[in-house]
Protein backbone atom coordinates (compact mmCIF):
# COMPACT_ATOMS: atom_id res chain seq x y z
CA UNK A 1 0.00 0.00 0.00
CA UNK A 2 1.13 3.68 -0.78
CA UNK A 3 0.59 6.66 1.56
CA UNK A 4 -0.65 9.05 -0.30
CA UNK A 5 0.45 11.38 2.04
CA UNK A 6 -1.50 14.71 3.01
CA UNK A 7 -4.00 15.26 0.35
CA UNK A 8 -7.40 17.42 0.01
CA UNK A 9 -10.20 14.64 0.51
CA UNK A 10 -13.62 15.64 -0.66
CA UNK A 11 -16.43 15.60 1.70
CA UNK A 12 -19.45 16.07 -0.68
CA UNK A 13 -20.44 15.11 -4.23
CA UNK A 14 -19.89 17.57 -7.22
CA UNK A 15 -19.69 18.25 -10.74
CA UNK A 16 -15.85 17.77 -11.87
CA UNK A 17 -13.47 16.17 -9.37
CA UNK A 18 -10.61 15.71 -11.74
CA UNK A 19 -8.10 14.37 -8.87
CA UNK A 20 -7.25 10.70 -7.81
CA UNK A 21 -4.89 9.35 -5.99
CA UNK A 22 -4.09 5.86 -5.70
CA UNK A 23 -3.34 3.07 -2.88
CA UNK A 24 -1.04 0.32 -4.83
CA UNK A 25 1.87 0.73 -6.73
CA UNK A 26 1.59 0.07 -10.31
CA UNK A 27 4.00 -2.23 -11.85
CA UNK A 28 7.53 -1.36 -12.83
CA UNK A 29 7.99 -0.11 -16.33
CA UNK A 30 8.51 -2.92 -18.53
CA UNK A 31 8.56 -0.57 -21.63
CA UNK A 32 5.13 -1.50 -22.52
CA UNK A 33 3.82 1.27 -25.00
CA UNK A 34 -0.02 1.46 -22.82
CA UNK A 35 -0.32 4.66 -25.21
CA UNK A 36 -0.22 2.66 -27.88
CA UNK A 37 -1.90 0.06 -27.93
CA UNK A 38 -4.56 1.70 -25.64
CA UNK A 39 -4.83 5.39 -26.72
CA UNK A 40 -3.25 8.23 -24.71
CA UNK A 41 -6.35 9.20 -22.83
CA UNK A 42 -6.72 5.74 -21.61
CA UNK A 43 -3.13 4.96 -20.72
CA UNK A 44 -2.26 8.07 -18.70
CA UNK A 45 -5.78 6.77 -16.15
CA UNK A 46 -4.02 5.42 -13.55
CA UNK A 47 -7.10 3.27 -12.60
CA UNK A 48 -7.32 1.82 -15.74
CA UNK A 49 -3.44 0.80 -15.34
CA UNK A 50 -3.97 -0.56 -12.08
CA UNK A 51 -6.70 -2.74 -12.85
CA UNK A 52 -5.29 -3.96 -16.02
CA UNK A 53 -2.35 -4.65 -15.35
CA UNK A 54 -2.54 -8.23 -16.84
CA UNK A 55 -2.57 -7.23 -20.82
CA UNK A 56 -5.03 -9.45 -21.48
CA UNK A 57 -7.51 -8.08 -18.99
CA UNK A 58 -6.83 -4.80 -20.15
CA UNK A 59 -7.68 -5.64 -23.67
CA UNK A 60 -11.24 -6.89 -22.89
CA UNK A 61 -11.65 -3.85 -20.50
CA UNK A 62 -10.85 -1.46 -22.90
CA UNK A 63 -12.90 -3.39 -25.51
CA UNK A 64 -15.64 -3.00 -23.05
CA UNK A 65 -15.52 0.43 -22.53
CA UNK A 66 -14.90 1.42 -26.00
CA UNK A 67 -18.59 -0.82 -26.72
CA UNK A 68 -20.61 0.88 -23.86
CA UNK A 69 -19.09 4.10 -23.93
CA UNK A 70 -17.91 4.92 -26.92
CA UNK A 71 -16.30 8.45 -28.36
CA UNK A 72 -17.32 11.95 -27.04
CA UNK A 73 -20.79 12.30 -29.01
CA UNK A 74 -21.82 15.42 -31.54
CA UNK A 75 -23.60 17.64 -28.39
CA UNK A 76 -26.18 19.08 -31.15
CA UNK A 77 -27.21 15.08 -31.54
CA UNK A 78 -26.24 13.82 -28.10
CA UNK A 79 -29.95 13.77 -27.31
CA UNK A 80 -30.78 10.93 -30.28
CA UNK A 81 -31.22 7.23 -30.05
CA UNK A 82 -30.16 5.67 -33.12
CA UNK A 83 -29.00 2.42 -34.65
CA UNK A 84 -31.13 0.95 -31.12
CA UNK A 85 -28.47 2.05 -28.62
CA UNK A 86 -28.73 4.65 -25.89
CA UNK A 87 -28.66 8.42 -26.29
CA UNK A 88 -25.15 9.61 -24.56
CA UNK A 89 -27.54 11.77 -22.00
CA UNK A 90 -29.32 8.35 -21.08
CA UNK A 91 -26.12 6.50 -20.90
CA UNK A 92 -23.61 9.05 -19.23
CA UNK A 93 -26.69 9.49 -16.65
CA UNK A 94 -26.96 5.94 -15.99
CA UNK A 95 -23.32 5.99 -15.19
CA UNK A 96 -23.92 8.83 -13.11
CA UNK A 97 -26.73 7.26 -11.19
CA UNK A 98 -25.11 4.31 -10.74
CA UNK A 99 -22.16 5.92 -9.43
CA UNK A 100 -24.40 8.10 -6.83
CA UNK A 101 -25.70 5.14 -5.97
CA UNK A 102 -22.19 3.39 -4.91
CA UNK A 103 -21.21 6.51 -3.40
CA UNK A 104 -18.08 7.05 -5.44
CA UNK A 105 -17.27 10.98 -5.77
CA UNK A 106 -14.49 10.93 -8.42
CA UNK A 107 -16.89 8.68 -11.42
CA UNK A 108 -20.09 10.61 -9.91
CA UNK A 109 -18.20 13.99 -10.62
CA UNK A 110 -17.25 12.96 -13.96
CA UNK A 111 -20.74 11.56 -15.12
CA UNK A 112 -22.57 14.48 -13.72
CA UNK A 113 -20.61 16.99 -15.65
CA UNK A 114 -20.83 14.69 -18.65
CA UNK A 115 -24.38 14.31 -18.44
CA UNK A 116 -24.73 18.41 -18.15
CA UNK A 117 -22.68 18.87 -20.78
CA UNK A 118 -24.70 16.76 -23.02
CA UNK A 119 -28.23 17.45 -21.48
CA UNK A 120 -27.83 21.21 -20.80
CA UNK A 121 -30.01 19.87 -17.66
CA UNK A 122 -27.57 21.23 -14.60
CA UNK A 123 -30.25 21.48 -12.51
CA UNK A 124 -31.36 17.71 -12.91
CA UNK A 125 -27.39 17.20 -12.21
CA UNK A 126 -27.86 19.32 -9.27
CA UNK A 127 -30.73 17.83 -7.16
CA UNK A 128 -28.94 14.44 -7.89
CA UNK A 129 -25.64 15.23 -6.57
CA UNK A 130 -26.93 17.46 -3.59
CA UNK A 131 -30.02 14.91 -2.43
CA UNK A 132 -29.28 11.70 -3.87
CA UNK A 133 -31.36 9.31 -6.58
CA UNK A 134 -34.74 10.31 -4.97
CA UNK A 135 -34.37 13.77 -6.03
CA UNK A 136 -36.94 15.56 -8.00
CA UNK A 137 -36.22 14.73 -11.73
CA UNK A 138 -38.44 14.60 -15.31
CA UNK A 139 -40.09 11.89 -16.06
CA UNK A 140 -37.69 10.20 -18.35
CA UNK A 141 -34.74 10.78 -15.90
CA UNK A 142 -36.82 9.39 -12.65
CA UNK A 143 -37.68 6.33 -14.80
CA UNK A 144 -34.06 5.99 -16.00
CA UNK A 145 -32.64 6.50 -12.54
CA UNK A 146 -35.13 4.06 -10.69
CA UNK A 147 -34.32 1.27 -12.86
CA UNK A 148 -30.19 2.16 -12.51
CA UNK A 149 -30.12 2.20 -8.92
CA UNK A 150 -32.25 -1.35 -8.79
CA UNK A 151 -29.24 -2.78 -10.67
CA UNK A 152 -27.02 -1.36 -9.12
CA UNK A 153 -28.39 -2.06 -5.48
CA UNK A 154 -29.05 -5.23 -5.86
CA UNK A 155 -29.38 -7.09 -9.85
CA UNK A 156 -31.87 -9.43 -9.22
CA UNK A 157 -34.28 -6.92 -7.94
CA UNK A 158 -34.60 -5.88 -11.69
CA UNK A 159 -37.32 -7.65 -13.05
CA UNK A 160 -40.45 -6.99 -15.46
CA UNK A 161 -42.02 -3.80 -13.97
CA UNK A 162 -38.33 -2.10 -14.58
CA UNK A 163 -38.53 -3.56 -18.29
CA UNK A 164 -42.02 -2.40 -18.70
CA UNK A 165 -41.37 1.10 -17.39
CA UNK A 166 -38.19 1.17 -19.96
CA UNK A 167 -40.24 0.47 -22.56
CA UNK A 168 -42.98 2.98 -21.68
CA UNK A 169 -39.70 5.93 -22.18
CA UNK A 170 -39.18 4.19 -25.63
CA UNK A 171 -36.04 1.71 -25.12
CA UNK A 172 -36.98 -1.57 -27.05
CA UNK A 173 -35.02 -4.62 -25.78
CA UNK A 174 -31.15 -3.92 -27.79
CA UNK A 175 -31.33 -0.11 -26.02
CA UNK A 176 -32.68 -2.00 -22.25
CA UNK A 177 -29.38 -4.33 -23.06
CA UNK A 178 -27.66 -0.90 -23.52
CA UNK A 179 -28.54 0.34 -20.43
CA UNK A 180 -27.77 -2.55 -18.41
CA UNK A 181 -24.62 -2.67 -19.85
CA UNK A 182 -24.13 0.63 -18.86
CA UNK A 183 -25.06 0.42 -15.61
CA UNK A 184 -23.58 -3.09 -15.15
CA UNK A 185 -19.90 -1.85 -15.76
CA UNK A 186 -20.03 1.86 -13.73
CA UNK A 187 -21.02 -1.05 -10.88
CA UNK A 188 -17.49 -2.63 -11.29
CA UNK A 189 -15.52 0.45 -12.18
CA UNK A 190 -17.22 2.15 -9.02
CA UNK A 191 -16.09 -0.72 -6.49
CA UNK A 192 -12.74 -0.83 -8.31
CA UNK A 193 -11.69 2.95 -7.98
CA UNK A 194 -13.06 2.66 -3.99
CA UNK A 195 -10.68 0.20 -3.52
CA UNK A 196 -7.59 1.16 -5.05
CA UNK A 197 -7.35 4.64 -4.37
CA UNK A 198 -9.75 8.23 -3.83
CA UNK A 199 -10.35 11.48 -5.34
CA UNK A 200 -8.71 14.28 -3.83
CA UNK A 201 -9.03 18.16 -4.61
CA UNK A 202 -11.46 20.49 -3.41
CA UNK A 203 -14.86 20.92 -4.38
CA UNK A 204 -15.00 23.07 -7.26
CA UNK A 205 -16.85 26.20 -6.55
CA UNK A 206 -20.82 26.63 -7.68
CA UNK A 207 -19.65 29.59 -10.19
CA UNK A 208 -17.25 26.91 -11.55
CA UNK A 209 -20.20 24.34 -11.83
CA UNK A 210 -22.64 26.21 -13.27
CA UNK A 211 -20.26 27.30 -15.91
CA UNK A 212 -19.84 23.48 -16.84
Known amino acids: MIDPGPIQRPDRFARGYDGWVAWLAEEPDDGFDWAAAFGEQRAARSTFRLSAGDRTVARTMASIEDG ?9 RAADRQDKELSPIEREFAAFVTSRVNGCLY ?7 RFGQYSGDRGSARRVLDDGIDAELPEHLRVLADCAAALTATPATFGPEHAAALAEQGL ?11 VAYFNYANRMVLTVGEPTGPPPSPTAQDAT
Do not use: E, R, Y
Open 68 to 76: VFGHAPDLD
Open 107 to 113: CTGVHAL
Open 172 to 182: DAPAMLDFIHS
